[in-house]
Structure formats: C-alpha cells, structure tokens
C-alpha cells in the first residue's frame, strides 16, 4: 500500500502562488495515476487534477491555466503548482494514488486564501 504525505499549504493573498508536494513511501509510483483533490468547508471533494504514468494530465474547468500538475518518479513525488489563486481556492488539498484495486489517500494540507 502507498501512504502519502502532503505539505506546502497555508495562508496567502490572492493572486499569490504555491506549491503543494505529496511524497510517496511504500511502493514506487511510477505506475500510478496521481491525484490532487479538494474539499471546501461545507462541499464534497472535488477533483483539482490527475497525472497519469505516461504523463498526461486532465484539470477541473476552475484551475485550467492556473495550476499545473507534475511528478517526480524518481523522488516519489508529485506536486501541485498554483498560481493566481483565489478565495475560492481555499480549501484542503488532498494526494490520490490508485493503479487497478490500489487507492490510497493522504491526510491533506490546508490552503486559505485571503481577498
């Protein structure tokens, strides 16, 4: 099983940028679909973004343009780089893996955006 590690989170203004990491430990995940996710206060998880092992990557409609999605097989990391981000961003961001019956999430690490 994949336990994943989130972190990079916290408080900026909008417009600002970050870059959330989530490091792997267990198996390789090379392999793996990586996923970044999201939940509001309030709101169901949402997806942000997917990276597949070939390296294409799909986006929700509200972060297309302004967060990009890559990994690092060799460090066993994928990351999340946000840029112009909004209030309505904020919310705490949450890791996927899954390859076939495989699907692990971490804990999550909090973004607030201030207006």
């Known amino acids: 099983q994949v336990q994943l590690v989130e972190s990079g989170g916290g408080l900026v203004q909008a417009g600002e940028s970050l870059r959330l990491s989530c490091i792997a430990s267990?198996?390789?995940?090379?392999?793996?679909?990586m996923g970044w996710y999201r939940q509001a206060p309030g709101t169901r998880r949402e997806l942000v973004a997917h990276?597949?092992?070939?390296?294409?990557?799909n986006y929700a409609d509200s972060v297309k343009g302004r967060f990009t999605i890559s990994r690092d097989n060799a460090k066993n990391t994928v990351y999340l780089q946000m840029t112009s981000l909004k209030p309505e961003d904020t919310a705490v961001y949450y890791c996927?893996?899954?390859?076939?019956?495989?699907?692990?999430w971490g804990r999550g690490t909090r973004v607030t955006v201030s207006s």
């Open positions: 990276i597949y092992n070939n390296g294409t990557t």
């Open positions: 996927r893996s899954f390859y076939y019956t495989s699907d692990s």
């Open positions: 267990g198996r390789s995940i090379g392999s793996y679909v």
